[in-house]
T-cell receptor, first 114, second 119 residues
C-alpha cells in the first residue's frame, strides 16, 4: 500500500527566508505525488503534482518540489517565504489500483513570522 | 468554470440524528470522492463515486453512505450521528480519465467543505 510521511508537524520561518517541507513516500511503483495547501477554514488547493515526467516540478505561488527516487522523497521548497504562505501543507500520494483515492500525509503547519 | 460546491458550509446536529451533505462537482467531472478531516485522524478517504456507482469505500462504518446522481452531483449521508462524527467533510471531483497509473495522475479538485458539529 502507498503511504507518505511528512517529517515535520510544524515549520517556522521568517518572511523572506527559504521554506523546506519534507515528505517521504512509500510505493512499489512509480507514484503520482501531489502537494496541497489548506488555509484556515478553507478547502484544499493543489500546489503541484508529480506524474513521472520532469523530476523537478514547479507549482503555483513560487513553490516547487523535487522527486528523488533514490531517497523516496518529494520535498516542497520555496526560495522566499511570504506571510500569506502560512497554512497547512499536505503531501499526498494517489492510489493506482483503479479508483480515485488520495492518501494524505499528516500535514505540516507552516508558520511565517515578520 | 465554477469550482466544486459543497452545501451547506456549516451544520450543527445532535447525537442520533442523521445528516445529508451535498457536493456539486466541476462541470464535466465524472468522479466524486469524499474525505473526512479531523484533528486526530487527519484526512481519510470515505468513498468514491463514478457514473452513479460506488467504486471504492474507505474504512468507515455503514452509517456513512453516499450516492451519485446522473448529473454527477453527489450526496453523502451519515445516520445515527455520534460525537466522533464531528469533522470537516470534503468532497473532490476529477475527470477520472484512464485506468491504473493513468487514472492516478488525475487531479482531484476540492470544495470548501462542510463543517459538521455533533452535540
Amino acid at each position: 500500500a502507498q503511504s507518505v510521511t511528512q517529517l515535520d508537524s510544524h515549520v517556522s520561518v521568517s518572511e523572506g527566508t527559504p521554506v523546506l517541507l519534507r515528505c517521504n513516500y512509500s510505493s512499489s511503483y512509480s507514484p503520482s505525488l501531489f502537494w496541497y495547501v489548506q488555509h484556515p477554514n478553507k478547502g484544499l488547493q493543489l500546489l503541484l503534482k508529480y506524474t513521472s515526467a520532469a523530476t523537478l516540478v514547479k507549482g503555483i505561488n513560487g513553490f516547487e518540489a523535487e522527486f528523488k527516487k533514490s531517497e523516496t522523497s518529494f520535498h516542497l521548497t520555496k526560495p522566499s517565504a511570504h506571510m500569506s504562505d502560512a497554512a497547512e501543507y499536505f503531501c499526498v500520494v494517489s492510489d493506482n489500483t483503479g479508483f480515485q483515492k488520495l492518501v494524505f500525509g499528516t500535514g505540516t503547519r507552516l508558520l511565517v513570522s515578520p | 468554470k465554477a469550482g466544486v460546491t459543497q452545501t451547506p458550509r456549516y451544520l450543527i446536529k445532535t447525537r442520533g440524528q442523521q445528516v445529508t451533505l451535498s457536493c456539486s462537482p466541476i462541470s464535466g467531472h465524472r468522479s466524486v470522492s469524499w474525505y473526512q478531516q479531523t484533528p486526530g485522524q487527519g484526512l481519510q478517504f470515505l468513498f468514491e463515486y463514478f457514473s452513479e456507482t460506488q467504486r471504492n469505500k474507505g474504512n468507515f462504518p455503514g452509517r456513512f453512505s453516499g450516492r451519485q446522481f446522473s448529473n454527477s452531483r453527489s450526496e453523502m449521508n451519515v445516520s445515527t450521528l455520534e460525537l466522533g462524527d464531528s469533522a470537516l467533510y470534503l468532497c473532490a471531483s476529477s475527470l477520472a480519465e484512464g485506468t491504473g497509473n493513468l487514472l492516478a495522475k488525475n487531479i482531484q479538485y476540492f470544495g470548501a467543505g462542510t463543517r459538521l458539529s455533533v452535540l
